[in-house]
């Protein structure tokens, strides 16, 4: 890397250089793109459009990262184009240190010469530039990629468009805008004007057309677009394109492109049609499209040549879009026909936007189930998807999206209620959140296909469903009896009224009574048949039962039982049986209550047996699904169970419903580690070692301290490992000396006296340790005494590339030894006594491996025999 200074002064010597052989110049345009690597890590390319007769050429260019530092990149490849133009491309990758916006700028001697809108244009310094926002929580970002190259040339007084092509990989909305050619440092080039134009010239901020309309003068001209992302609704980086746009007079006419319309269309619908040209010269086209369609791995599109023949041609555009094209954005294709006239080569260019969206899943039923409602849906048919994202409404709407709309949007009163992860899931059971739907409101769905991107299918088929509370009122599922084996549970239910207004019902009647395992089983089985006549028999004792293990949901069906006039009377009664779960931890218990039933419970009383009186005594209550009994002792078992209160919101339904849940056990254990230790570390670089310490705050938790384990690891690639075990609770501090290399990252954990330790630990990392220093003087006159540049150094220089040059910018000495050792001499002669410019990367031994950092400064250097200096050290 080279600092700013450094770089300034190869601009200064390459500005001199170009001045005086104006034939070097040869840069038209170019743009800097970047696709974000990692957190921190950037692959940037440089490309620019250079002019193939120009005896100019740069194999690598220097890029200014916005960070105080430089690095030059290589360039990878070159393709020849129209119009005397030559692609050349560059690429490199940087680190950035940490979050922040970065203006990245990569500049270049000189523009052309002639620019009629850049005064003294031949003199002025090429520069391109892209804002870089490294900001872990907004996500990974990818700038856009410019596909169409600015070779295209201008007629006099004809309208002149240029498209970029802009393709986001991510698929954040882009926006277009002129902005001011730059010179050297990225800065506004002094007395910039745009380009002349009849009526006028602009950009579309929606479709990227740079439309001139119409050139007003003949000439070379340059113009400079900002291509910006959004996400979100915030702008987060753009692009600037700078270009070169070359006017003349002829007589040729420019093509004209067919029209074009936009497209919406599901993944799995083709897009095929016909693009064509025409030319009032009876020139030959070309035609091209250039879009991000045609870069798609699994589903590119093609263009594929029809016809062509002297002032007409056609080509076919054929794609159908698969689920990975599924975006927010639409995508633009880029349509470009260019004629081959002997005297200018002119160009039409059209655009036209194509919408994938992801097809609408099909939801099969919504079935009501106590207190809940399960939507079902067909298979989605692709594995490409996330899952799906479930929303609900009071009542039926009256949203119909047209073939352009994805997702469901809040002003059709639906808001998302739930997400189910899975490509392959058919079902989601809405419990509101496990509270529970509410009975006598209906309640309206749809559902969408989640992409991984985060893009939302076109809404589902709307279905509506509501709550039934079943014509026998279920009243009690309470457990009577806690056994593996022999458990029992009491069910009731509310005696069917006025069946006399049901047509066709005349009994007798017959109760079926159905049970499945688990609080929300499916997997009913009949296991009771009551045939009653008044209806009184509303009471069922279940045995046999393992209510130990296993909650228990019931179904209950009445049909009117009539010879050859049996049916199902109403809906179904469901309800399942309160099923606590129970975990021990130090000195307490812990519980989560389990429950699916048609009514709302209100509060849950706890009751802990007493062993004395054999008695469960209470112990507390709550309103929510969890509970935690304190103050207990650790070692010995204790047994619990739970009452619940509650009843339905209706009038006319049962209040006052009180159920119990199977008895619980558990033991208390101390399973809980102790607090993690807030930590902090300190380098002390001269004495080569890092002092970490800790602090606990918490005197409960510090009283459960029995230690502590200190944990280090040296590079970013190693896992942490233990380096010291301290048995001492009121030790807070630990000096670790690991070598020359000092730059590491620390965690610290506690434990207790029975082994629990406290989990995931903060790591704290250290690096800010320099250990590279050269002398600002020495003098080489042969009385031993300072002959010599010397660097101090140490262990974690691994290598330098060390330069130093004379006043001409002539390099006289170089080397990779960390410690330098110059002796002076230039071709076995001491230099002059002078002072001289020196440049240095220096490759370092740091936590993320081997890094680079880059210093430079002068160096005095005295040949008097009686030179007495005291050296000052540059950093």
């Not at 499209?289 to 002032?311: E, H, I, M, N, Y």
């Not at 079902?376 to 409404?393: K, L, P, Q």
């Not at 009071?394 to 739930?418: H, L, Y």
Request: net charge neutral.
């Amino acid at each position: 890397m080279k600092n700013l200074i450094g770089r300034k002064l190869f601009l200064l010597l390459s500005f001199l250089f170009c001045f005086v052989t104006v034939n070097a110049t040869h840069n038209r345009a170019g743009e800097i793109t970047y696709v974000q690597l990692s957190d921190l890590s950037y692959e940037i390319t440089i490309t620019t459009f250079t002019y193939t007769l120009s005896f100019a050429d740069r194999p690598t260019l220097d890029v200014e990262w916005g960070d105080n530092t430089i690095s030059t990149a290589p360039r990878i490849s070159m393709l020849t184009l129209p119009n005397y133009y030559r692609r050349n491309v560059y690429k490199i990758i940087h680190t950035y240190p940490g979050p922040g916006v970065y203006k990245i700028v990569v500049q270049d001697p000189n523009r052309n010469a002639n620019v009629k809108n850049i005064p003294n244009s031949v003199n002025v310094m090429f520069s391109m530039s892209t804002i870089l926002t490294v900001n872990p929580a907004m996500g990974r970002n990818s700038t856009p990629i410019l596909l169409n190259p600015p070779y295209d040339k201008a007629a006099y007084h004809y309208v002149f468009i240029h498209n970029p092509g802009a393709f986001d990989p991510d698929g954040d909305s882009l926006s277009y805008k002129l902005t001011v050619c730059t010179r050297d440092d990225g800065k506004p080039i002094e007395g910039y004007t745009l380009p002349p134009a009849t009526h006028s010239i602009r950009v579309d901020s929606i479709s990227g057309d740079l439309i001139w309309d119409t050139p007003a003068d003949t000439g070379a001209f340059n113009v400079a677009m900002e291509i910006q992302e959004w996400r979100n609704g915030k702008k987060i980086g753009y692009v600037e394109r700078d270009m070169q746009i070359d006017v003349y007079t002829t007589n040729n006419k420019p093509p004209v492109n067919g029209p074009l319309s936009d497209y919406c269309v599901e993944a799995g619908q083709a897009v095929n049609f016909i693009f064509s040209a025409s030319d009032i010269n009876n020139d030959h086209l070309t035609l091209k499209s250039t879009s991000g369609v045609f870069r798609l791995g699994s589903c590119p599109a093609q263009f594929t040549k029809v016809d062509s023949v002297a002032g007409r041609a056609s080509s076919r555009f054929t794609w159908v879009p698969c689920h990975d094209a599924v975006r927010n954005q639409p995508y633009d294709v880029i349509f470009k026909s260019e004629d081959d006239n002997p005297d200018v080569k002119l160009s039409d260019i059209s655009h036209m936007k194509i919408k994938v969206l992801g097809p609408s899943p099909k939801v099969l039923n919504a079935v009501p189930e106590g207190k809940l409602i399960r939507l079902s849906w067909a298979d989605y048919g692709t594995s490409v998807i996330a899952g799906f994202s479930i929303y609900r409404r009071e009542g039926a709407s009256t949203f119909n999206p047209d073939s352009c709309t994805a997702g469901i949007p809040s002003s059709t009163g639906f808001k998302k209620v739930g997400y189910i992860d899975g490509s392959s899931k058919t079902s989601y059971p809405d419990s509101d959140n496990g509270q529970g739907l509410q009975f006598g409101k209906e309640y309206t769905y749809r559902i969408v296909a989640v992409y991984p991107n985060g893009t939302e299918s076109k809404a589902s088929n709307e279905i509506t469903s509501t709550l039934v509370s079943g014509v026998p009122v279920v009243r009690n599922v309470s457990v009577r009896s806690t056994d593996a084996v022999n458990g029992a549970i009491f069910l009731s239910w509310k005696k069917p009224l006025r069946l006399d207004t049901i047509p066709n019902v005349h009994g007798p009647f017959e109760y079926l009574i159905y049970r499945a395992s688990g609080v929300g089983g499916t997997t009913y089985q009949q296991i009771k048949s009551i045939p009653t006549i008044n209806l009184n028999d509303t009471i069922l004792t279940d045995t046999l039962l393992n209510t130990q293990s296993s909650g228990y949901i019931y179904k209950i069906e009445l049909w009117n039982n009539e010879s050859g006039n049996r049916f199902l009377v109403g809906e179904p009664g469901y309800a399942s049986s309160v099923f606590l779960t129970i975990s021990p931890g130090d000195k307490k218990a812990r519980f989560v209550i389990n429950r699916n039933v048609p009514w709302i419970n209100t509060r849950y009383d706890f009751f802990r047996l007493n062993e004395t009186t054999m008695v469960y005594d209470s112990v507390g209550s709550t309103n929510q699904l969890t509970f935690t009994d304190n103050g207990l002792m650790n070692g010995k078992s204790y047994c619990y169970l739970v009452r619940s209160m509650g009843g339905y919101s209706s009038a006319n339904l049962p209040k006052n419903l009180i159920n119990f849940s199977e008895s619980v056990c558990t033991t208390p254990v101390d399973n809980e580690p102790p607090c993690q230790p807030q930590v902090s570390v300190i380098s002390k670089c001269d004495s080569l070692y890092n002092n970490i310490s800790w602090a606990i705050t918490d005197t409960a938790c510090f009283s459960d301290v029995a230690g502590y384990k200190v944990y280090a690891k040296m590079s970013s690639a190693e896992s942490l490992s233990l380096i010291t075990t301290i048995n001492d609770k009121n030790i807070f501090t630990y000096k670790h000396h690991p070598g020359e290399t000092i730059a590491g990252c620390y965690a610290v954990t506690a434990f207790d006296i029975h082994g629990n330790e406290s989990q995931n630990p903060v790591m704290v990392c250290v690096d800010s340790c320099n250990f590279y220093e050269i002398p600002n003087v020495f003098t080489p006159n042969g009385d031993n005494i300072n002959d010599k540049l010397v660097a101090k150094t140490s262990g974690l220089v691994e290598k330098v590339d060390f330069r130093i040059f004379n006043r001409d910018g002539m390099m006289i000495f170089k080397t990779e030894e960390p410690r330098i050792e110059w002796d002076g001499t230039y071709k076995g002669k001491i230099v002059s006594p002078g002072v001289y410019f020196y440049q240095c990367d220096v490759y370092e031994r740091r936590i993320s491996g081997l890094e680079l950092f880059h210093i430079s400064g002068f160096v005095h250097v005295i040949t008097t025999a009686d030179a007495k200096v005291n050296s000052v050290k540059t950093k």
